[in-house]
Every structure is written in structure tokens, then in C-alpha cells.
């Protein structure tokens, strides 16, 4: 096999900033429908009542998880690089005062709010950063101790887009063994074995507490034609405490 490209994360960061306004604008109040079915419901089982938590959004995109933790009286730390996404949630602050705060960083560099945060949520993130283990470790180092930090990913053993499944009914890997950069509509993803973000939440300080892979319910699947997401998951939800 020939050796897989090698992404920066400058390069990563330059195909999220080639977004348009507009899709960054219509990604909805509660996210798409992955966030809306699939994530938000597993993401605020996790984190229970969030009133008077400090909660770090790590990667926050154009913010809408923000908007909805501090809807529900946590004090929000927002951190993202790309422009045409930070921008909107920034505006979005403006217009709409949450008490929000963001910071426009990358994850990998920034040095992080040591021991701030009751909760560090790093939402569909990390699979996203080429140098991704410095980005952790600083997501870490942002929770206090006892603190709980929860990462969702696109589910690594079975990352086929739902498009695929409508044509074939099943999900294809190969080259699961193989960290490489994978297209997406907006540049890449690094796919990476399950085992390697396991293994590095665990050595960044973690108890393992809980995983989620989160099933659409049936009639949801059927009414938007998602059966994939009934059958197969597209999604895994890591919840961790800060020994
Ligand atoms: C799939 S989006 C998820 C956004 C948001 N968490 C959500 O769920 O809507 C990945 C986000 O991570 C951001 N990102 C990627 N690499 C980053 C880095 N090194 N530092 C900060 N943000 C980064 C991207 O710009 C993008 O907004």
C-alpha cells in the first residue's frame, strides 16, 4: 500500500474556512439532523442538568451547541479557527447575548484554561485535526479534576457516508488499521482505529466512563430516510472523568 498523504492542520483548517455563509448560517439552531437525533440526545444525557457549569465548546463550529448549553444556564467557552465559522458565532453573541465567550484558536497550539471546566465537550472535533493529540491533551488540561470531558466522533469502524448505504444496504471498511486523511464534502477527515482515540483519552488522564453509540429510532429512520442510522451506527459519544 502506497503511504497516505499528510495533512496539516493549517490545511485543515483552510477547507473548513472554504465553507459559504450561508451553509454556516442554515446548519440550524440545534445542528443538523445528525445533531438534532443523534448527538444532542446523547450529548445531554451525558451531561445532565449543565445550570451553573462551566463548559468548554472545543472546536465549536458555528456555535449552536453553545447557544444551547447556555440556554440552559451554563457559562460557555467557545474555541474554533476557522474563520467563516467562528465569525458566525461570534455575530450570532453580538446580536443575541448568551454570555457566550469565544476564542478564535486552534486547538493543537492553544495553551488552554487550565483546571476551568466541569465539562470539556469536544463534538465531532478531533477526527477533523491532523495533530490532534496536543488538541486532547489541552482539552484536559482545561477540566478540573473530577471533571468530565466528552468526545464525539464519527464512528470509526464504520465511517461509510449514509449516501452509500441507500445503494448498497451495508456499511464497506478497508484499511481500518490505516491512519489516513479521508475526502469529505469540506476537505478532510483523519480516520484513525477506535483503539487510538481510546487509548489516548486514557493517557491523557481519563477514566473511560461511558459509550454511546447512538441509534436512530425506527420511525424517525423510515420518515427521513436515514435506515442506516437505525441499522448500522454513524456516530460514537466517549464520556471520561479527569482522574
Ligand atoms: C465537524 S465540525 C464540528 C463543529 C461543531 N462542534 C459542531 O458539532 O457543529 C469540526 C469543527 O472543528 C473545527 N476545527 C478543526 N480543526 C480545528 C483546530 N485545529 N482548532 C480549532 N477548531 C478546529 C472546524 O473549523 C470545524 O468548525
Request: proline share 6%; net charge negative; glycine share 8%.
Amino acid at each position: 500500500m502506497n503511504e497516505p498523504p499528510k495533512l496539516t492542520n493549517t490545511e485543515a483548517i483552510s477547507a473548513w474556512s472554504q465553507v459559504s455563509p450561508e451553509m454556516v448560517a442554515n446548519f440550524g439552531d440545534e445542528g443538523d439532523f445528525t445533531r438534532r437525533y443523534l448527538l444532542n440526545p446523547a450529548l445531554f444525557a451525558l451531561l445532565g442538568d449543565v445550570a451553573g457549569k462551566a463548559v468548554l465548546d472545543a472546536g465549536c463550529g458555528q456555535g449552536y451547541l453553545c447557544r444551547m448549553l447556555a440556554k440552559r444556564g451554563a457559562a460557555v467557552t467557545g474555541v474554533e479557527f476557522a474563520d467563516a465559522w467562528y465569525a458566525y458565532a461570534a455575530q450570532r453573541e453580538q446580536a443575541e447575548p448568551l454570555g457566550i465567550h469565544y476564542l478564535q484558536a486552534d486547538l493543537s497550539t492553544w495553551p488552554g484554561l487550565p483546571e476551568m471546566f466541569d465539562s470539556v465537550i469536544a463534538n465531532m472535533v478531533l477526527m477533523d485535526i491532523p495533530d490532534y493529540l496536543p488538541a486532547l491533551h489541552t482539552c484536559v488540561a482545561s477540566l478540573k479534576r473530577g471533571g468530565e470531558l466528552i468526545v464525539s466522533l464519527l464512528h470509526p469502524c464504520f465511517e461509510e457516508p449514509g449516501a452509500a448505504w441507500k445503494e448498497k444496504g451495508y456499511v464497506e471498511v478497508r484499511e481500518y488499521f490505516q491512519e489516513r486523511p479521508v475526502a469529505q464534502t469540506y476537505g478532510y477527515f483523519i480516520h484513525r482505529p477506535l483503539s487510538a482515540y481510546l487509548n489516548s483519552i486514557i493517557q491523557a488522564g481519563c477514566q473511560i466512563q461511558r459509550i454511546i453509540e447512538p441509534q436512530l429510532e425506527e420511525s424517525v429512520a423510515r420518515e427521513h430516510h436515514a435506515e442506516r442510522y437505525w441499522h448500522v451506527p454513524g456516530y460514537v459519544v466517549i464520556s471520561a472523568v479527569k482522574s
